[in-house]
């Protein structure tokens, strides 16, 4: 289900970008993946702030981890470029494909 809006944008990349597809794949899958993540932590050291702990990477994963988004952890965080070339594979099968029926 994570893999899904990804595996549009490829397909999105693949088929309206004729040239430069993955590159395209790229952006559409980079800008997403990196705002989530920073979002999810700056709205999970508001909520830190508000509680009165020190903010401390260790706080705010615990708490985002804790009452937010169960799912992200440490090894979450990490895995964004996997995202990416999900993105990439995609929007390059489309366009080998479109280019041999065209």
Known sequence: MVVIPYIV???YAGI?????ATRAAVWIGILPAIAEKVLIFLIGIC???MEG?????????MF????AVPYFTNA???TFPLS?????????CVHVVTR???
């Open 76 to 78: 979450y965080l990490w």
């Open 100 to 102: 041999s029926k065209g």
């Open 64 to 67: 985002v981890s804790a009452e």
């Open 47 to 49: 909520y830190v702030i």
């Open 16 to 20: 309206s970008h004729k040239r430069g």
């Open 9 to 11: 944008g490829g397909l």
């Open 84 to 92: 990416v070339l999900v993105c990439v594979a995609t929007a390059a």
């Open 53 to 61: 702990s020190p903010v401390t990477w260790e706080n705010v994963m």
